[in-house]
């Protein structure tokens, strides 16, 4: 398990609108189409001498940011699960800011996957936004969950998930853990009217007001989808999962990619 650390604490909650992702749409333009442009263009035709990169986390002040670009793969979290299905790497040939993004490569297989970094910021909370960029490309699209919010105190899951029949759109998921019948999980599924779209990348953010008990999806600037949370939600210590889960026998090879996590606290 890697050793847990963090950024400065934010004083504000940034507005979603500012959750774009990790670089310009002249850079965005340029990794859709199968590779970064020059480091440091800002998308004049001469720029003169090359500009420095400024690392997307060194712009921030959020409880939490990883880009992905420097140091061990996964080391700023507090843990980590891979199953025998699935490769994690750092990619340099698709990545939303460069130099690199964090993949998650699927095999074929009978059985389910599992595959994602967990962060504990350790610290309470009313409002958070746990915002990311996604990219899937394989050619057996199917549901599954690419990321969680949860509070380890009720304990109590909102996850970002990619649900229904194809084409699978965009939803939330809320999970009260042994809230139910027996101890079972109490699962309630609320989905979008948006497809997801593969072979490009996606900016997502995930709000969740813990005290106002709403909790709302934004994709690419917009939002598609929002939910109310149970009473069960209280103010207090959270943490954000980026990775693949609930991926149930992959017909194709996957690969998911991440890029540009933040997590930001009121």
Request: hydrophobic content about 40%.
């Given at each position: 398990?890697?050793?847990?650390?963090?950024?400065?604490?934010?004083?504000?909650?940034?507005?979603?609108?500012?959750?774009?992702?990790?670089?310009?749409?002249?850079?965005?333009?340029?990794?859709?189409?199968?590779?970064?442009?020059?480091?440091?263009?800002?998308?004049?035709?001469?720029?003169?001498?090359?500009?420095?990169?400024?690392?997307?986390?060194?712009?921030?002040?959020?409880?939490?940011?990883?880009?992905?670009?420097?140091?061990?793969?996964?080391?700023?979290?507090?843990?980590?699960?891979?199953?025998?299905?699935?490769?994690?790497?750092?990619?340099?040939?698709?990545?939303?800011?460069?130099?690199?993004?964090?993949?998650?490569?699927?095999?074929?297989?009978?059985?389910?996957?599992?595959?994602?970094?967990?962060?504990?910021?350790?610290?309470?909370?009313?409002?958070?936004?746990?915002?990311?960029?996604?990219?899937?490309?394989?050619?057996?699209?199917?549901?599954?969950?690419?990321?969680?919010?949860?509070?380890?105190?009720?304990?109590?899951?909102?996850?970002?998930?990619?649900?229904?029949?194809?084409?699978?759109?965009?939803?939330?998921?809320?999970i009260l853990e042994n809230a139910g019948e027996g101890g079972a999980d109490v699962v309630r599924t609320t989905a979008s009217t948006v497809a997801f779209t593969t072979?490009?990348?996606h900016s997502v953010a995930l709000r969740v007001d813990i005290k106002g008990r709403t909790t709302q999806l934004t994709v690419d600037g917009t939002q598609v989808v929002?939910?109310?949370?149970?009473?069960?939600?209280?103010?207090?210590?959270?943490?954000?999962?980026?990775?693949?889960?609930?991926?149930?026998?992959?017909?194709?090879?996957?690969?998911?990619?991440?890029?540009?996590?933040?997590?930001?606290?009121?």
């Amino acid at each position: 398990m890697a050793a847990a650390s963090t950024c400065a604490a934010c004083t504000a909650l940034v507005d979603l609108a500012s959750f774009t992702g990790g670089s310009t749409p002249a850079t965005d333009a340029g990794n859709d189409a199968g590779g970064p442009g020059p480091e440091g263009d800002a998308g004049a035709e001469d720029a003169g001498a090359d500009v420095p990169r400024i690392p997307f986390c060194a712009a921030t002040d959020a409880a939490f940011c990883d880009d992905f670009d420097d140091g061990d793969l996964g080391a700023s979290w507090s843990g980590r699960t891979v199953d025998d299905a699935s490769v994690q790497s750092k990619d340099t040939a698709q990545m939303r800011s460069p130099p690199a993004s964090f993949l998650v490569a699927v095999a074929p297989r009978t059985g389910g996957v599992e595959s994602y970094f967990e962060k504990d910021v350790a610290k309470t909370t009313e409002r958070a936004v746990w915002a990311f960029d996604v990219r899937i490309d394989t050619t057996s699209l199917d549901t599954l969950r690419i990321a969680t919010f949860r509070q380890p105190d009720v304990p109590a899951k909102v996850r970002v998930v990619l649900t229904g029949a194809a084409p699978q759109r965009w939803g939330l998921m809320e999970i009260l853990e042994n809230a139910g019948e027996g101890g079972a999980d109490v699962v309630r599924t609320t989905a979008s009217t948006v497809a997801f779209t593969t072979g490009v990348w996606h900016s997502v953010a995930l709000r969740v007001d813990i005290k106002g008990r709403t909790t709302q999806l934004t994709v690419d600037g917009t939002q598609v989808v929002s939910a109310p949370l149970a009473s069960a939600w209280v103010v207090g210590n959270v943490e954000g999962y980026l990775g693949i889960g609930s991926l149930n026998n992959p017909k194709s090879r996957w690969e998911i990619r991440y890029d540009n996590a933040l997590l930001t606290l009121q």
